[in-house]
């Protein structure tokens, strides 16, 4: 099946600094991928739709300054966490559309100290 | 607008019992719905989904749910729970031809021996 992949899986980081997470589908092409976030015990919160070579879409209360989305390629997104604080600290995870399916990538665990 | 309702955060059955986890959608079009698993600190995994066809789907890990458009619902069940069962699990929808995805709450299963 398809696969997915997300670096780095866990990252720590201080308050004030900017992390990169990347996601990368391996075996196929995605013109579209999303990002969500998952609060601890919750469900997944759509973030934003990232489509290669164009702006990515974000979703209500998401500010798109602070994270930052990039889809340079059919098999790459970057979510760019920026000027990140502690609550900004989360479990943070990737998609890869193919046809009407959704791809998981295994998630980023991000703390801010 | 879609919606995904999972009826009850957590389960608990025994081991080797019935599970049923339940999930109802509101959707204004035929919708695709899937099931997904998750384990503490990865992504989702896909368990079975519907899309046109046969309403009652099989997937893997024995589990199975039937689409009832009646009642719009997408219910999940497995004849004998197992000890690795014990997991997130997650109803969700997207509209046909749609390109977002909405999640229910989820609904955490335990198996107790």
Redesign the interface.
């Known amino acids: 099946g398809a696969v997915v992949s997300q670096h780095p899986s866990r990252v720590i980081c201080k308050s004030g600094t900017s992390v990169k997470i990347e996601c990368r589908s391996l075996d196929f092409q995605a013109t579209t991928m999303f990002w969500y976030r998952q609060f601890p015990k919750k469900s997944l919160m759509l973030m934003a739709t990232s489509n290669e070579g164009s702006k990515a879409t974000y979703e209500q209360g998401v500010e798109k300054d602070k994270f930052l989305i990039n889809h340079a390629s059919l098999t790459l997104s970057t979510l760019t966490v920026t000027s990140a604080h502690p609550e900004d600290s989360s479990f943070y995870i990737c998609s890869a559309r193919f046809s009407y399916e959704q791809y998981f990538g295994p998630g980023t665990r991000l703390t801010v100290t | 607008a879609q919606s995904v309702t999972q009826l009850g955060s957590h389960v608990s059955v025994s081991e080797g019992a019935l599970v049923l986890l339940r999930c109802n959608y509101s959707s204004s079009v035929p919708p695709?719905l899937?099931w997904?698993v998750q384990y503490p600190?990865?992504?989702?995994?896909?368990l079975l989904?519907y899309?046109t066809g046969a309403t009652l789907v099989k997937g893997i890990n024995g589990f199975e749910a039937e689409f009832k458009k009646s009642e719009t619902s997408f219910h999940l069940t497995k004849p004998s729970a197992h000890m690795s069962d014990a997991a997130e699990y997650?109803c969700a929808v997207?509209i046909?031809g749609g390109?977002?995805?909405?999640?229910?709450?989820?609904t955490?299963l335990f198996v107790k021996a």
């Not at chain 2, 600190?41 to 896909?46: A, E, K, P, R, V």
Request: aromatic letters at 26%; charged letters at 15%.
């Open positions: 695709y899937f997904y600190n990865q992504g989702l995994q896909l989904k899309t997650f997207t046909t390109f977002k995805t909405i999640f229910g709450a989820g955490r």
